[in-house]
């Protein structure tokens, strides 16, 4: 694997690791982890033989948020002019699924990368935030509105704006994460999860994570359309006769991608 100057990257068979490394800024995001993640999933993408891949931090921080000593001297001109953390676009336009293992503080652009990403599992010490605020800004990364989706509005406009954190379990209430397990299993259960997502037929993955995004982007109507279309798609595949005679002679299915 490449090396990366942010990033510790492992390939555990077809699922990519990915445990962001700047514990001197507890994993602050700056420009070099976008450019090192931006590779990463492009690379994920682009290789057959890796299916998912897990981020994960730190114990203490999954990232405390943007770098704020990389921001602190900016002004509006070379924000707006550079239209400072587009570059994130590109991450949520990654095709195989990604799945957040957040420990500790998920804060600001933490909570933004994990909600980036295609679920959220969450160790009992993870603890979600948006306190930009605080700083007298606002999230800038999506989180003002992935948070309210997430979570609705009453829960996310009180976090926007007294920047409160909420911990593992109002998280799991409120549905920001999928499940909560004990910090000490994090890793393990979230690389075991993306292994099983790795496992399934990969364009029948690619669909079904398109098709529940666009439940983000469109109507009822049209996203059922979508929905069904995609299925409709999948009948074009060797993967759905196998996967259905596999299924009649019970046996595993042995996919070909195609
Ligand atoms: N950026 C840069 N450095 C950071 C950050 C950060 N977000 N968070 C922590 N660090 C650094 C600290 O400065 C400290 O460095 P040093 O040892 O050199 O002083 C080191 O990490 C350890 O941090 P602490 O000593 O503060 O650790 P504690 O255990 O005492 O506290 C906290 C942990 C509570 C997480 C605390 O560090 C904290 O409050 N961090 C900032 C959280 C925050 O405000 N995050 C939001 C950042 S702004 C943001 O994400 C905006 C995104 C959108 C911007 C829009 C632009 C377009």
């Not at 933490?110 to 930009?132: N, V, Y």
């Not at 999230?139 to 009453?154: E, F, Y």
């Not at 829960?155 to 994460?177: F, H, S, Y």
Request: proline share 3%; with cysteine; hydrophobic share 50%.
């Amino acid at each position: 694997m490449a090396d990366y100057e942010t990033l510790i990257v492992e390939r555990r068979d077809r699922v990519t690791l990915v445990t962001l490394n700047r514990p001197q800024a507890l994993n602050a995001l700056n420009a070099q982890v976008l450019d090192d993640l931006l590779s990463v999933m492009a690379a994920l993408d682009a290789d057959p033989s890796q299916g998912c891949a897990v981020i994960t931090g730190s114990p203490k921080a999954f990232a405390a948020g943007a770098d704020i000593k990389e921001m602190q001297a900016q002004g509006f001109a070379t924000m707006y002019g550079h239209d400072f953390f587009a570059g994130w676009d590109r991450f949520t336009r990654t095709r195989k699924p990604v799945i957040a293992a957040v420990a500790g503080y998920a804060l600001g652009g933490g909570c933004e990368l994990a909600m980036m990403c295609d679920f959220i599992l969450a160790a009992d010490t993870a603890k979600f935030g948006q306190p930009e605020i605080k700083l007298a800004v606002s999230p800038g990364m999506g989180g003002s509105q992935r948070l309210a989706r997430a979570v609705g509005k009453a829960k996310a406009m009180e976090m926007c704006l007294t920047g409160r954190m909420i911990d593992a379990d109002e998280a799991e209430r409120a549905g920001l994460v999928s499940r909560v397990i004990p910090a000490a299993d994090l890793v393990e259960e979230a690389v075991k999860t993306a292994a099983a997502i790795a496992a399934m037929a990969p364009l029948a993955v690619l669909a079904n994570k398109e098709m529940v995004n666009m439940a983000f982007e469109t109507g009822l109507a049209a996203g059922v359309q979508f929905e069904r279309r995609l299925f409709h798609g999948l009948f074009g595949t060797a993967d759905q006769s196998e996967g259905m005679a596999a299924f009649v002679e019970k046996r595993a299915g042995a996919w070909t991608g195609k």
